[in-house]
């Protein structure tokens, strides 16, 4: 007899948190209705949870998580996944040492990636949390895993761990999907302030010596470990 | 002995829905004091329910609600319908699929409903929602039905469930009062978004066959069928 | 034997009342910290009750609000009343009409006060409230009457209930303290859609006769009465 | 036997009071994930009471308050200190007047920052508070105290008890922790209304007599005394 996969608890565990993870989403305001979503990786699996396609914010459970493969595939879960589903697994394959993927249209981020603009180092946050600017990938149909082949090739060559799709909206990858929500909230909260800095007029990016001491500053010394 | 048609059970859960759905609008960010207002068919009559006029959206109930036919004039309910009840009525007489209708004074919409611009469909989000531009109608004096004309012959020709007053505010349609709320909280994202991106220069509208390919998949694959 | 006219029951409900509606400039966002104030005059009294000086928002009670007379003196309460006291009582002096009066630094209406330009009245919702454009005052100095004569003198020969003050903020009337809210609530509101459209180029004004319809049907028809 | 000054009642009173402000720059907008921090000298000693690194707002507690000295070394507690401890420990050495100090990204003011450039001093409620412009200090790496000798030189010769960090925030600084917060709350409100009105063209600062009776008012008559 074969034990279903779907029901190990360590999968039930991650459908939880990525539910939970949701509300993130709504109380730091970088969705509308039912766009946006997570995923994450179960870990040490071939599997990853996702968000169920166009179902509010408020009714989202551990139980309307859905498990799919790695090809896309739903092999647990009763509701349709996400229509980004495709483009997820395409960065989990890709992407080995990420464990978590967040999807938004946060307006700020949204309105640099309306102008295909990436969005300029220009303050120690974005140094601390993106290493560099946030660059921007090409515009891509959605449905299949075009939008994660946009991702993972925008994202090699670049510290950041968020990309600007043109036209379309943000996509955050972390080891967790917590670090992919907190990189979502940093870019949105970055992309405001600086879009409200360029009004006046362009700004210089820090020197490249002062944007990797940030960094590697924040990613070894910052929080509690 | 004639059973009055107004208070059947179907318009009470009418008016139920209605009233909670104001609630959207005030969660959403879509209307300040009491600007804004929803309307419903109540399926299968020639009856609407509306929001009364210039009531507190935290005092709206199911009993505030206002039942008119589709003259406008009022059939049940003790208080004053919308002074934009003439024009939803028209809007349910002309549109017969349309279920619901959501009016507001949005601002982001609003500001470019006040420059008489429509919003150019330059947004995977916009295309999967409105199918192209979100389109500008002419000026309207408030209180009879021309605001209703004006929706009427703007929307048609357009795939678009919403429309810009010019000089007032945003009209939204749909199948069911749920969906033009949807229309009314998306228009308003897209109209920041877009309004922010363009501070910086025109935007380019995104190419007929990928508004097409987008508007298509959104309006059959996504969400739960 | 004397009564004490500043424990009447009429004081008491009218302080109950102006307790209560400070909730409501912060849940609109009117104000920060201890910024912004409400009064009104106690019907068929010369007194009036305003909010004590620097008190935060949630310690606002009935009890803290304080008494005065008409020339802006104390008459009950233990607080110091507000700082504008003097020129809120002004107002009272010199426009019989009033029950209420609002004041806020309310960000979007304040940045066209830090201009000293009026709001122009090219929204039906402008029409509708101020029946015409938002006036700016003069600068005046805080402390003693010269903000309530810069309200009074500029509000005469308009019908707005609301005036920016330059580089200060916004005061607004109203025959009761809920109207004037009302007022500061609206201001705001249309302060920031115009000035998102006025970012684009500037705007033409409503025509006259638009503007005079649009004001008498609001005044007289809508809402309940 | 000696006693562990750490555990001292008067130690314990500023983490409660500490770790409940963090709470103020949550509900006014001012934070991110986990940026920004405040901390409170401990009065009549050589300690302060800081925020621990990259802990969530929900999760501060006043347990979870590091004590440390005034070189900024960790003496209470079990986390480690926020990574602007140093910087913090600088300013209370060099500011013997200061009881508490604030550090934000907040968006609008972190936009001036962004651009290097003082908030003129065009609003009443900048003289207030600020006494004149606010102003900008330079550029400094985060970690060690450079960031604090940048507060403290530029704050010398201003009466702002608020500082604009170029590229990176805002430090503000008050007789008690409260204050300090006021001071952030404040900055960030008239970044946002001075930002709004500069976008169409530059502003007059007020007189230095306004500015100067203005704030001598503020500073005495305002509040309870």
């Known amino acids: 007899m074969k034990t279903d996969p779907t029901t190990a608890p360590a999968v039930r565990k991650v ?39 166009g179902v509010p914010y408020p009714e ?6 859905v498990i799919c493969d790695l090809s896309g595939a739903r092999v647990g879960g009763v509701l349709n996944p ?76 670049h510290r950041s761990p968020a990309v600007l799709l043109r036209a379309h909206g943000v996509f955050t990858v972390g080891p967790t999907p917590r670090a992919a929500v907190q990189a ?10 600086v879009g409200l800095a360029a009004l006046h007029g362009r700004l210089a990016s820090l020197p490249q010596d002062q944007i990797d001491a940030l960094y590697r500053r924040y990613q070894t010394d910052y929080g509690q470990r």
């Open 15 to 53: 459908r939880r948190a990525v539910a939970e993870l949701h509300g993130e989403l709504v109380r730091n305001g970088l969705v509308a209705w039912t766009s946006g979503n997570i995923s994450a990786r179960v870990p040490g699996t071939d599997l990853m949870v996702i968000k169920p396609s």
């Open 60 to 65: 989202l459970t551990a139980e309307s998580m």
């Open 82 to 157: 996400s229509s980004d589903t495709a483009s997820h697994a395409y960065i989990y394959r890709h992407m080995p040492e990420v464990g978590g993927v967040v999807h938004t249209h946060s307006r700020h981020a949204t309105a640099w990636a309306a102008r295909g603009e990436p969005i300029p180092c220009v303050l120690t946050a974005i140094a601390d949390e993106f290493g560099g600017e946030i660059p921007v990938g090409p515009f891509a149909p959605i449905g299949g895993e075009e939008v994660g082949r946009a991702v993972v090739s925008t994202l090699s060559g």
């Open 184 to 193: 979502a909230v940093m870019c949105e909260d970055v992309a405001c302030t």
